[in-house]
């Protein structure tokens, strides 16, 4: 849905390096989600993130990942230290739970080449 | 473990017949389920959406939620070439404090 932002779209590192990966929720949703996709794998839960809160990071790696979603900006998802199987697409969904009905919507995704 | 299980596929269909796919999941008090679709190097996209037992139709899909089988399902009527695509089932529980659980989704192939 291109009412979630995702940038960049593509974003090549060499191993070692930092990556930041940003992402703009659709306007009025306060509930963020990052998923991690590798090529022909289905998608993985890592992060769930309320503004100013980490309510779920039960599928975060325990060291090099991180995210954070500010009070005010974007989500970010930070991976230090590249290596090459950090490789994937990184894909940000938002939402506005109204009670149960917590359709979520995602971005487009960033394609992360570590080399 | 929330766990959401689908049949991987690939689930090859001849056009204008019926697609069916299918979905399991693991945790009871799940109360809100998605179906994506998600073509080939892009984002999932949301298709429909079933909080209540029972079917809910929105133009050619079906999706259909069984809470005591714990089985929530996606027709696709008078498939077309363009269906093709992997189907994505997504589960949330409780009252929506979790993310989102998805399965690793069905490959379809509506063959012409």
């Known amino acids: 849905n291109a009412g979630v932002m995702q ?16 992402c703009s929720p659709m306007k009025g949703h306060s509930h963020v989600y990052w998923y991690r996709q590798l090529p022909e794998e289905g998608l993985k839960f890592m992060v769930y993130l309320q503004k100013e809160n980490i309510i779920d990071e039960s599928g975060m790696p325990k060291e090099r990942f991180s995210a954070e979603f500010p009070k005010e900006g974007p989500s970010i998802l930070r991976i230090q230290q590249v290596v090459r199987g950090d490789s994937a697409a990184y894909f940000c969904a938002s939402s506005s739970p109204v009670g149960r009905e917590t359709e979520a919507f995602f971005g487009q995704g960033t394609r992360l080449t570590v080399v | 473990q929330k766990e959401v299980e689908q049949n991987s596929g690939p689930l090859s269909v ?21 179906w994506y679709r998600q073509y080939s190097g892009k984002s999932p996209e949301l298709i429909m959406s079933i909080y209540s037992n029972g079917d809910k139709e929105d133009g050619r899909f079906t999706a259909q939620l069984n809470k005591a089988s714990q089985y929530v399902s996606l027709l696709i009527r008078d498939s077309q070439p363009s269906d093709s695509a992997t189907y994505l089932c997504a589960v949330v529980s409780g009252g929506g404090a979790d993310g989102l659980t998805f399965g690793k989704g069905t490959h379809l192939i509506i063959q012409p």
């Not at chain 1, 940038?7 to 940003?22: D, I, K, M, S, Y």
């Not at chain 2, 796919?21 to 008090?29: E, F, P, Q």
């Open chain 1, 7 to 22: 940038n960049p779209r593509h974003l090549v590192r060499r191993r070692g390096q930092e990556a930041r990966l940003r």
């Open chain 2, 14 to 34: 001849p056009e204008g017949a019926i697609a069916s796919l299918n979905c399991t999941y693991s945790d009871r008090g799940s109360q809100s389920f998605f």
